[in-house]
Structure formats: structure tokens, C-alpha cells
């Protein structure tokens, strides 16, 4: 079966760097999407990666290694908006999103 | 980025009446959109598949009879949720892609429905 892994819930502190983990098993691989998501909002796009490595933008940087099936979400500069829940998806073979069940990122002062 | 709005943002109805949410891509053609469902503190779960000029495809445990879907156009489809029931309360959401690409979903504000 497909399956998407992402820790439940996460704590950080003003101002300093958390990396957020999300491992997947799906069939077929066609990118992996990051989102942000606000209590009680949609979710909004962060970030997209298809190809090993890291992209860079701003604060937020992605990182996706296909041969490990892995890819973590670095929030650098940490502020108190980015308490929410963080999203990972994965786009199978048939372009269908898969989704992880979500991690909340709660920021202490 | 393209905008999806869904209408309306929230409603409240009594038990065993229907209740419709518009989503409308507003700025390009969606062939395809996508309905969510989301519990409290829980990811987003897939209802179905929404294909302009076509039926839609639900996802296994979701009853078609009760979650009208229809796509008329490349920039609307409509949700219905008929015969409500508290158990239906949830926050749903809609989403479209480009057409003709892979790339990122746009979600519409969401609704969230309260079913008394």
C-alpha cells in the first residue's frame, strides 16, 4: 500500500531552525509537495521537489533524496506564525496526491 | 499563484436537508478538481475526483448518492451533501490543478459545515 510518515506533533523555540522529516512509500514517484496549514484554513503551497537536493526559499528550504524515499522541511528563523501543521504529499504514478496525516509545529517564545 | 474560491465559507443547517459548496478556479481551467474532507486534528482525506463534463470518481466508503458531485464547467464544480446528518460536521475543502500539468494543488478556503 502507499504510505506517508511524518511525526505527529514537534516543539520549537522562537527564533531557532526545525527540520520537519516525512518518509513515503507510493507507487510511482512524481514529486513531493510541502504545505502549510493554519487551524481551521486550507492548506497553502510550500514547496515542491522532484529531483534530489535541496531547494532554497527563504526561510523554508526542502530537501528530497528519491532512492530513500525521504524528505525533510527545514524552518530556519523560526516565528511564532509558523505554528501550524505541515503537510507532506506525494504524487503517484497516476498523479494522484498522497497524503500524510500532517505534523504540528508548535512554536514556543 | 491561481486562486480557487470556494463558497461559502461556513454553513450551519438542520439535520435532513442538503446543503451545496461552490468551487470556482477563478483565473485558469481545472479539467480536474479534487474534494477533501478534514476531521479535526486530522490530515485531509479524499472524497473524489471531480471531471468537468464527466462523473465523478468517489474514493472507496464514500456514498455518491449522498455527495452529489457536479462538474459543468472548467471553472466550477459544486459539492452537495444531501440528507445532512451531525456525523457530516467536517471541514470541506477543494482543490484544482492546472491542466495539462503535475504540479502544485490550489485549495479553496474550505467550508466548514455544522450539521444541528
Known amino acids: 500500500g502507499q504510505n506517508i510518515d511524518q511525526p505527529t506533533e514537534m516543539t520549537a523555540t522562537e527564533g531557532a531552525i526545525v527540520q520537519i522529516n516525512c518518509t513515503y512509500q507510493?507507487?510511482?514517484?512524481?514529486?513531493l509537495f510541502w504545505y502549510q496549514q493554519h487551524a481551521g484554513e486550507a492548506p497553502t503551497f510550500l514547496s515542491y521537489?522532484?529531483l534530489d537536493g535541496l531547494e532554497e526559499k527563504g526561510r523554508f528550504s526542502s530537501f528530497l533524496s528519491r532512492s530513500k524515499g525521504y524528505s525533510y522541511l527545514l524552518l530556519k528563523e523560526l516565528q511564532m506564525k509558523d505554528s501550524a501543521s505541515y503537510l507532506c504529499?506525494?504524487?503517484?504514478?497516476?498523479?494522484?496526491?498522497?497524503w500524510g496525516a500532517g505534523t504540528k509545529l508548535i512554536i514556543k517564545p | 499563484g491561481a486562486v480557487v474560491s470556494q463558497h461559502p465559507s461556513w454553513v450551519i443547517c438542520k439535520s435532513g436537508t442538503s446543503v451545496k459548496i461552490e468551487c470556482r478556479s477563478l483565473?485558469?481551467?481545472?479539467?480536474?478538481m479534487f474534494w477533501y474532507r478534514q476531521f479535526p486534528k486530522q490530515s485531509l482525506m479524499l472524497m473524489a475526483t471531480?471531471?468537468?463534463?464527466?462523473?465523478?470518481?468517489?474514493e472507496q466508503g464514500v456514498e455518491k448518492d449522498k455527495f452529489l458531485i457536479n462538474h459543468a464547467s472548467l471553472t466550477l464544480s459544486t459539492l452537495t451533501v444531501t440528507s445532512a446528518h451531525p456525523e457530516d460536521s467536517s471541514f470541506y475543502i477543494c482543490?484544482?490543478?492546472?491542466?495539462?500539468?503535475?504540479?502544485?494543488?490550489?485549495f479553496g478556503q474550505g467550508t466548514r459545515l455544522t450539521v444541528v
Open positions: 482543490s484544482a490543478r492546472l491542466t495539462g500539468t503535475h504540479t502544485e494543488a490550489f
Open positions: 483565473d485558469f481551467q481545472a479539467t480536474t
Open positions: 471531480s471531471n468537468e463534463g464527466s462523473k465523478a470518481t468517489y
Open positions: 507510493t507507487s510511482g514517484f512524481n514529486g
Open positions: 521537489n522532484v
Open positions: 504529499a506525494v504524487m503517484d504514478s497516476n498523479y494522484q496526491l498522497i
